[in-house]
C-alpha cells in the first residue's frame, strides 16, 4: 500500500475498521411491507397490460 492509497482511504489502514460507520439501509420490517406493496403494484400493472394486449389481439 503506497502513502497515496493511504491518503485516499483518508488514513483508514484497515478496510473492516469497527469505527466507521456503518450504512443504514433502514428497518427490515419497513423495507418488506414496501417490497411486497410494490409487487402488488406490479402485479396489477402487469395485469393490465395482459389485459391490453388480449383486447388488442381480438380485434
Do not use: C, F, W
Not at 1 to 25: C, E, F, G, Q, W
Not at 34 to 47: C, I, P
Amino acid at each position: 500500500m503506497t502513502i497515496d492509497d493511504i491518503k485516499a482511504r483518508n488514513y483508514n489502514l484497515d478496510s473492516k475498521n469497527p469505527h466507521t460507520i456503518a450504512d443504514d439501509h433502514g428497518d427490515p420490517a419497513e423495507l418488506l411491507a414496501k417490497l411486497e406493496q410494490d409487487e402488488q403494484t406490479v402485479a396489477h400493472l402487469r395485469d393490465q397490460l395482459k389485459s391490453i394486449l388480449a383486447e388488442a389481439l381480438l380485434r
